[in-house]
């Protein structure tokens, strides 16, 4: 049991009672794990009444649900529309509006020779919300935060931080830390705080999610899979969570013994159809027999050799045998 994880999830509810706009921080390069959590909690904050926004200091590429919000900059939505298309310089006339029928009416006009806008293209969102609360998931510091941080320091002064994190090394920086180092996922942690502010898991919360728990445990395979990991994913699949593929890892991994396999031999391409031809050999490659050779004389029939030493014992050749007691 770690500090605060008694009563951290009534004191987050306690403090988001008292305030309705904030942030969601995640740390620079974040995984997959940490997006999911950081969307799943977007979409249910704002499903209770809550402006906030989500914001990284690096370019975020996924397909969950929600992540077309993460932005570089900490700002929160508040209550001022913001109606965005993609526009070329000159290609507006003008923009008015009129009210009928209790309906307000924006009216906007291409220049004469340029394409109308495309309905399809223009994105709503909201700005101008303070920012009165901070949740960083996944962020084992406020500097893993990056830019969103360094720049924006006096905005975590004296705000209401929830520190929402699963790492080792987190500094339980924040006046509430929901952490749990033996967790399978954060994910599993943005579950709990969901289910603490009574959220409704609706399809999108459940799916993204599922995901980041799947990615977290290796689809879980991973040793800090417990059995409250799968009763987590067994419950998004009952909100309708939906399985989304794992994509391979492209960078190398480590097997069970540690190390890194070497890559495959390559071996060199060999010509079938060419025709052998069998190697020649040079005059010089032809090795000449020895001649003269001189031969010693052999001794004569029962003349000694030197290889016998003439004081040699006549015993000394015979094999020597070994007992308990000693020599025989």
Same mark, same amino acid.
């Given at each position: 049991?770690?500090?605060?994880?008694?009563?951290?999830?009534?004191?987050?509810?306690?403090?988001?009672?008292?305030?309705?706009?904030? =942030?969601?921080?995640?740390?620079?390069?974040?995984?997959?794990?940490?997006?999911?959590?950081?969307? &799943?909690?977007?979409?249910?904050?704002?499903?209770?009444?809550?402006?906030? @926004?989500?914001?990284?200091?690096?370019?975020?590429?996924?397909?969950?649900?929600?992540?077309? #919000?993460?932005?570089?900059?900490?700002?929160?939505?508040?209550?001022?529309?913001? =109606?965005?298309?993609?526009?070329?310089?000159?290609? +507006?006339?003008?923009?008015?509006? $009129? =009210?009928?029928?209790?309906?307000?009416?924006?009216?906007?006009?291409?220049?004469?020779?340029?394409?109308?806008?495309?309905?399809?293209?223009?994105?709503?969102?909201?700005?101008?919300?303070? /920012?009165?609360?901070?949740?960083?998931?996944? &962020?084992?510091?406020?500097?893993?935060?990056?830019?969103?941080?360094?720049?924006?320091?006096?905005?975590?002064?004296?705000? $209401? +931080? /929830?520190?929402?994190?699963?790492? /080792?090394?987190?500094?339980?920086?924040?006046?509430?830390?929901?952490?749990?180092?033996?967790?399978?996922?954060?994910?599993?942690?943005?579950?709990?705080?969901?289910?603490?502010? *009574?959220?409704? %898991?609706?399809?999108?919360?459940?799916?993204?999610?599922?995901?980041?728990?799947?990615?977290?445990?290796?689809?879980?395979?991973?040793?800090?899979?417990? &059995?409250?990991?799968?009763? &987590?994913?067994?419950?998004?699949?009952?909100?309708?969570?939906?399985? #989304?593929?794992?994509?391979?890892?492209?960078?190398?991994?480590?097997?069970?013994?540690?190390?890194?396999?070497?890559?495959?031999?390559?071996?060199?391409?060999?010509?079938?159809?060419?025709?052998?031809?069998?190697?020649?050999?040079?005059?010089?490659?032809?090795?000449?027999?020895?001649?003269?050779? *001189?031969?010693?004389?052999?001794?004569? *029939? @029962?003349?000694?050799?030197?290889?016998?030493?003439?004081?040699?014992?006549?015993?000394? %050749?015979?094999?020597?045998?070994?007992?308990? @007691? @000693?020599?025989?």
């Amino acid at each position: 049991m770690y500090p605060n994880t008694n009563n951290t999830l009534p004191r987050i509810s306690e403090v988001l009672s008292k305030v309705n706009s904030g =942030i969601i921080a995640i740390p620079n390069n974040p995984s997959v794990d940490a997006v999911a959590a950081a969307t &799943a909690l977007y979409l249910g904050l704002n499903k209770i009444g809550k402006n906030c @926004g989500i914001a990284c200091s690096s370019p975020v590429k996924s397909d969950l649900i929600g992540a077309d #919000k993460i932005q570089n900059t900490l700002t929160s939505s508040g209550d001022n529309l913001v =109606i965005s298309f993609p526009y070329a310089d000159g290609a +507006i006339d003008k923009v008015d509006y $009129n =009210i009928q029928n209790n309906a307000f009416n924006m009216i906007i006009s291409p220049r004469p020779g340029q394409p109308k806008l495309n309905p399809n293209q223009v994105k709503y969102s909201y700005s101008g919300g303070l /920012i009165d609360f901070i949740f960083t998931i996944d &962020a084992p510091n406020l500097n893993s935060l990056g830019q969103i941080y360094n720049d924006n320091q006096a905005q975590f002064q004296g705000k $209401n +931080i /929830i520190n929402i994190d699963r790492h /080792i090394t987190n500094g339980f920086f924040g006046s509430v830390n929901y952490v749990n180092k033996t967790v399978s996922s954060t994910s599993e942690l943005i579950l709990n705080v969901l289910q603490q502010l *009574e959220v409704e %898991l609706d399809k999108d919360i459940a799916t993204n999610l599922y995901f980041g728990i799947t990615t977290a445990t290796n689809n879980f395979s991973s040793y800090s899979v417990t &059995a409250d990991t799968f009763a &987590a994913a067994a419950q998004l699949l009952k909100n309708g969570a939906v399985k #989304k593929a794992i994509k391979p890892i492209t960078q190398p991994s480590l097997n069970n013994s540690g190390f890194t396999p070497p890559p495959p031999f390559n071996r060199p391409q060999i010509n079938n159809n060419a025709n052998f031809v069998a190697p020649t050999m040079s005059e010089r490659d032809v090795v000449k027999p020895i001649e003269n050779v *001189e031969v010693a004389p052999s001794a004569p *029939e @029962g003349a000694q050799t030197g290889s016998a030493q003439p004081n040699t014992p006549q015993d000394w %050749l015979k094999p020597k045998i070994f007992r308990g @007691g @000693g020599l025989i």
